[in-house]
């Protein structure tokens, strides 16, 4: 049996910055991290294509909550002691400085996830943070003071027990016959799947900002849309994904959208159209892109508006102008299943949040028990602020845990 002041399951973003965290601020600790694969940090490793997208600048509470769909309210008092800003300075404190996109991600200036995992593991060493590897928790007990924690062929003692196993469904279980309440893990941040002849041809346009809905939810969001080889992703795509990754699971994933490809109402695009009619009479429709779309979507606009390539503006009748004003304004895609999105994907579930308290990320049903990352019923939208949560999550316990 081997004793500790505080036992890390789950050797991840959450895990190790905790760990690092308790044993600097209370160098006392004996600080052991559980891991059950042969190395930790796996996700570090392949996010953000590689490169990491460690958090986001984005610097007020009240917006960073936006992008959680899952976690926005209880998140907010958490975000006004650690957030974006501390997280910048964290990593640059200890020789790693991050450098701001367009789109505002964050990433090491190396580009490398491997340098957060260096840095990682050269903060645990220096603060003699001792990590197992191999060791698949499969049980936990609960003591009169402290928890009993079980692996394959050892048992260990601690006071202190953090939970950072990210989205593990095998591990949830485990935390039911704990008591913890676990909402139905559903997958967050996906692509959807589209079988239209509209899009067959036009892989990798984008539409730089389009409005989508959701038919028959109050499902909307905003934003790029990207035509992809099998349907649709960016942004617009994935915030619905994030958005409606409950509902959207209950719907098998097969449900309509309809996309707004230039933001304006059917009835000012009709009257936009009838003065182009006038202006450009002699011109062909196909030809002539209008309102700021990539000419190969406005191309396949045109031809599923009963015209073909040789229609001109003057010969256009009612029907057919409204068939454009409604593809450009509310057009319909069937959508049939979903894809991975590769920079980044999220399990949306976990522990209830009810049962934390998030001046601690402390159990309400068992003290001493912490729980940080993913395992919590916590996930965002793409960007880094899934890693936001982890940092975030993992130094408010490690400072409620040091003390
Ligand atoms: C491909 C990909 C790319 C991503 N890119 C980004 C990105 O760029 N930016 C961003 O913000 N987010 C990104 N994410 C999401 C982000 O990786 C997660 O939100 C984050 O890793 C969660 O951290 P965590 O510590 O809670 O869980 P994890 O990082 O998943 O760590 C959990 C650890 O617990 C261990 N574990 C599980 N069960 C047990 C057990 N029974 N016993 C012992 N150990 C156990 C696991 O092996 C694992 O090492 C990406 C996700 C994926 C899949």
Redesign the pocket.
């Given at each position: 049996m081997k004793q500790y002041d505080v036992i890390i399951?789950?050797?991840?973003?959450?895990?190790?910055?905790a760990a690092i965290n308790i044993a600097e601020q209370n160098p006392e600790l004996k600080v052991v991290i559980?891991?059950?694969?042969k190395e930790?940090?796996?996700?570090?490793k392949?996010?953000?294509?590689g490169?990491?997208?460690?958090?986001?600048a984005e610097f007020i509470p009240q917006e960073l909550i936006k992008n959680y769909p899952r976690g926005e309210k209880e998140l907010l008092g958490p975000f006004h002691q650690f957030m974006t800003g501390d997280t910048i300075e964290w990593f640059e404190k200890r020789g790693v400085p991050l450098k701001i996109e367009d789109d505002g991600?964050m990433?090491p200036e190396s580009n490398s996830?491997q340098t957060i995992i260096d840095c990682f593991l050269n903060e645990a060493k220096k603060h003699q943070v001792e990590i197992l590897y191999s060791?698949?928790?499969?049980d936990i007990q609960p003591l009169d003071e402290g928890f009993e924690i079980h692996?394959k062929d050892e048992m260990f003692q601690c006071e202190t027990l953090l939970i950072?196993?990210?989205?593990?469904v095998?591990?949830w279980k485990?935390l039911e016959n704990l008591g913890h309440t676990i909402s139905q893990p559903v997958p967050s941040?996906f692509t959807f799947n589209i079988n239209d002849k509209r899009i067959k041809d036009i892989p990798g346009v984008v539409a730089s900002h389009v409005e989508v809905s959701v038919l028959g939810t109050n499902l909307y969001s905003e934003g790029p849309l990207l035509i992809t080889h099998w349907g649709m992703s960016a942004p617009s795509i994935l915030k619905l994904s994030a958005f409606g990754a409950v509902e959207l699971a209950k719907l098998d994933y097969k449900f309509q959208i309809e996309i707004n490809f230039i933001r304006q109402s059917f009835e000012d695009c009709l009257e936009e159209l009838k003065v182009l009619k006038q202006d450009l009479a002699k011109k062909t429709v196909f030809k002539s892109t209008q309102f700021d779309l990539p000419k190969r979507l406005w191309h396949q606009m045109v031809l599923a508006s009963n015209m073909n390539e040789e229609t001109r503006w003057a010969d256009l009748n009612k029907q057919q102008l409204e068939a454009l004003a409604g593809q450009l304004t509310k057009a319909v895609f069937n959508v049939d299943g979903k894809s991975?999105f590769?920079?980044?994907?999220?399990t949306a579930g976990g522990v209830d949040l009810k049962e934390i308290n998030f001046k601690t990320f402390e159990s309400r049903i068992h003290k001493n028990l912490f729980f940080?990352?993913?395992?919590?019923n916590i996930?965002?939208v793409?960007?880094?602020?899934?890693?936001?949560?982890?940092w975030t999550?993992?130094y408010i316990a490690s400072k409620a845990i040091a003390k």
């Open positions: 399951v789950g050797g991840g973003a959450a895990g190790f910055f559980l891991e059950k694969a930790g940090l796996q996700k570090v392949i996010s953000g294509g490169r990491c997208n460690v958090t986001h991600r990433f996830s060791q698949n928790v499969s692996t950072a196993t990210g989205s593990s095998k591990f485990l941040l991975t590769k920079d980044e994907f999220v940080a990352g993913e395992v919590l996930d965002a793409t960007g880094g602020f899934n890693f936001q949560n982890a999550g993992a």
